[in-house]
């Protein structure tokens, strides 16, 4: 393998590591338990939605509506409240964020809709649905108690969503690399064809990777909207540009076949080491987008001119 090779392969530890030395060097203060506790639960929401990013990737597939589906899901949470109890709507609004995916999901395997245009189109209906339901303005919870019970810090460094997305993500990477449905799910996003052939059904598969997607996108919407006792129509309104950032910086090829749950894990914790640094040092929020979509670019660009030797989930379910 060639040094160049080498470094693709193992880009995220390189990345990662380069990333925290930087700002551990220009941030004073940066690696502190304090910062990467802020750090780690800011890039939360960001984990929960690539977990299911990723699975969609390895598909070949993407959703551009996940950070509609975001908002949608926490205005849902909020807004029923006052009707049926916190923890009640708090279910309706991961339940909201299954059925846009489902959506999405139909509209992808049933009506063979390309998947970027069809969650292009969903992105924006779901988005106007929040502005209709919310009037274009934020609503507030009923309990701001609840919010800081969310907030509290356990063992000096997990709140509970964070807690939730390294926690999810160890689940992730156990079905990916222990169970039949994940090596499936590598083989579908490989070749689709191939994997029918070998008596996997591709359509129910990247069905159930849209509603997995959609419904985490709708647990990280919830979760925000508790956190911050407020249900908006702009939340999440340029998420998906740095959750696809993420995943690609983890390894998950765009192309499809090939992803990993640590990987992404690598990829979350890059960009909230970098967005925690350009913060600190009071860099606007529109060039931290800038900076997400050249690291973007460079990586697919990398990804295409030098890719390592390929894997053999696809063969490993036709011969098993």
Do not use: C
């Amino acid at each position: 393998m060639t040094p160049i090779a080498r470094l693709v392969r193992y880009r995220v530890a390189v990345i990662l590591g380069l990333t925290l030395l930087v700002a551990s060097l220009t941030v004073p203060g940066f690696l502190s338990v304090t910062t990467l506790s802020l750090g780690l639960d800011r890039s939360a929401a960001i984990g929960i939605i690539a977990i299911g990013m990723t699975v969609l990737l390895i598909a070949r597939q993407i959703d551009l509506s996940v950070g509609s589906t975001f908002a949608l899901a926490g205005i849902t949470a909020v807004m029923l409240q006052p009707a049926i109890g916190i923890w009640p709507a708090a279910l309706a609004g991961v339940l909201a964020g299954a059925a846009a995916g489902a959506f999405n999901g139909l509209l992808s395997v049933v009506f063979k809709v390309n998947a970027l245009v069809a969650t292009l189109a969903t992105m924006l209906i779901f988005r106007s649905v929040a502005h209709w339901l919310t009037d274009s303005q934020p609503v507030p919870g009923t309990d701001i108690m609840l919010s800081l019970a969310l907030s509290k810090i356990y063992f000096e460094i997990f709140t509970l969503r964070s807690a939730l997305f390294v926690g999810s993500i160890l689940l992730l990477h156990f079905w990916l690399t222990r169970t039949v449905a994940g090596r499936n799910l590598f083989a579908v996003g490989s070749n689709a064809d191939a994997a029918e052939a070998s008596g996997i059904a591709p359509g129910r598969t990247v069905f159930l990777a849209f509603v997995f997607a959609g419904t985490l996108a709708g647990v990280a919407g919830v979760l925000q909207s508790l956190t911050t006792n407020t249900g908006s129509p702009v939340f999440g309104a340029e998420l998906i540009v740095t959750v696809i950032a993420a995943v690609v910086v983890g390894g998950t090829r765009i192309e499809g076949g090939r992803g990993s749950a640590l990987g992404t894990l690598g990829g979350v914790l890059t960009i909230a080491a970098l967005t925690t640094a350009m913060e600190f040092q009071s860099v606007p929020a529109y060039i931290q987008q800038v900076v997400a979509g050249l690291i973007l670019i460079l990586l697919v660009v990398l990804d295409r001119t030098v890719r390592p030797g390929p894997r053999t989930h696809a063969a490993a379910v036709a011969s098993g």
